[in-house]
């Protein structure tokens, strides 16, 4: 029986992932560099390392600091316009309502999540919060949703995770639990290993229905009227692929 649901952050509650992409890409732009899409996703989801190489590779070492300084200029910009994704607040008060345990956890900076939480009026929601500051490894290791599990009381398989990266998924598999894909622009065409459901927006799909599917360990039986057949033929990984 699921007993909780554990949130990502970047990307899954607010789009910060497309944003942070045209914020160094239009930077390197200026340095007549373009950032490859691959080179990007590397770092979703986990640690920025991937960037900090390829700007070293093709620029220099000493251009690394002021390139992040002036993307995070321009990503705060674009930020000030941004709102959270839909279905995320209906998510939330669904599991509210149904007395399920919420926590959340995130690679970023505990400042960087509890700032945006505040920002949207959602952090109330919010039982645990894990972030970077918790543990000593990020996602793709798993330490994260563990910690998030013990604060919770529950144990994996009664705890359904929602991710929108690659490296999240992994987390969420190696810790033991179900997990949702719920990708965004920048993520939407990755191929996930392993996961138990994918939905584009939680706006197409009740959190009830969502976690009926799980349950009933049929998650790999598309829904025609949840996405057309033309969409799932664009993404064949869709199918219940987790072990």
Not at 59 to 81: F, P, Q, V, W, Y
Request: glycine share 4%; with cysteine.
């Amino acid at each position: 029986m699921i007993k909780a649901i554990v949130f990502d952050f970047d990307g899954l509650i607010i789009d910060t992932e497309t944003v942070w992409y045209s914020a160094f890409k239009e930077v390197l732009q200026d340095y007549g560099v373009e950032l490859p899409m691959d080179v990007f996703l590397q770092c979703v989801g986990t640690s920025d390392a991937a960037i900090h190489a390829f700007i070293e590779e093709e620029i220099g070492a000493e251009s690394i600091e002021t390139i992040l300084k002036l993307a995070k200029d321009n990503h705060r910009t674009h930020m000030e316009l941004l709102d959270i994704r839909e279905g995320v607040r209906e998510y939330l008060s669904e599991a509210r309502d149904s007395g399920l345990r919420i926590g959340l956890a995130s690679s970023s900076s505990r400042e960087w999540v509890e700032g945006f939480l505040k920002k949207l009026g959602i952090i109330d929601y919010f039982e645990v919060i894990k972030t970077r500051d918790d543990v000593e490894k990020i996602k793709p290791d798993p330490m994260l949703y563990i910690e998030a599990l013990k604060a919770l009381n529950v144990g994996p398989k009664e705890a359904v995770a929602f991710e929108d990266s690659a490296n999240g998924a992994k987390a969420a598999i190696a810790a033991g639990m179900h997990c949702v894909i719920v990708p965004n622009e920048v993520t939407k065409d990755l191929r996930f290993e392993k996961y138990h459901l994918r939905i584009d927006s939680m706006s197409e799909m009740s959190l009830t229905r969502v976690i009926r599917q799980i349950e009933n360990n049929a998650p790999h039986e598309l829904d025609p009227n949840m996405r057309t057949p033309k969409a799932a033929e664009k993404r064949p990984d869709m199918a219940f692929s987790a072990s």
